[in-house]
């Protein structure tokens, strides 16, 4: 079966940064499209950033211009790098993948197949 892995959470200031990581196994065929949710406490699962096959990325707009998503297909490693982190950032982290073609929005998460048990994000102000 599908194997995804978060790694990288942690606890830092406001103002700081982390590097989230997700290796995937246990697959033979492509994986057409890769992304990162969040989901705080009382909250629903959001989506933060999607990328295709061919490295096309989508972000939400409360993350724009702080977080970059990407990927090292050799590796198997979807990467989520968050700069100037804010307090409402704090959730617990999840990476996805879906490799059917098609689909719609790549921030729905009903658009992904496969999830990772996540990662702690906590955000101090």
């Known amino acids: 079966q599908v194997r995804l892995v978060e790694s990288g ?4 200031q406001a103002g700081g940064s982390l590097r989230l990581s997700c290796a995937a196994s246990g697959y033979t065929g492509s994986i057409r499209y890769l992304g990162w949710f969040r989901q705080a406490l009382g909250k629903s699962r959001e989506g933060v950033a999607g990328i295709d096959s061919l490295g096309s990325t989508t972000y939400a707009d409360s993350v724009k211009g702080r977080f970059t998503i990407s ?4 590796k198997n490693t979807l990467y ?3 700069n100037s982190l804010k307090p409402e950032d704090t ?5 996805a993948a879906r490799f059917k073609y098609g689909g719609s929005w790549p921030l ?14 906590t955000v101090s102000s």
Do not use: F, H, I, R
């Not at 990927?71 to 050799?74: F, Q, V």
């Open 9 to 12: 959470g942690g606890s830092v």
């Open 71 to 74: 990927k090292d297909t050799p």
């Open 80 to 82: 989520l790098q968050m």
């Open 91 to 95: 959730a617990m982290y999840y990476c």
């Open 108 to 121: 729905s998460p009903e658009m992904y197949n496969y999830w990772g048990q996540g990662t702690q994000v």
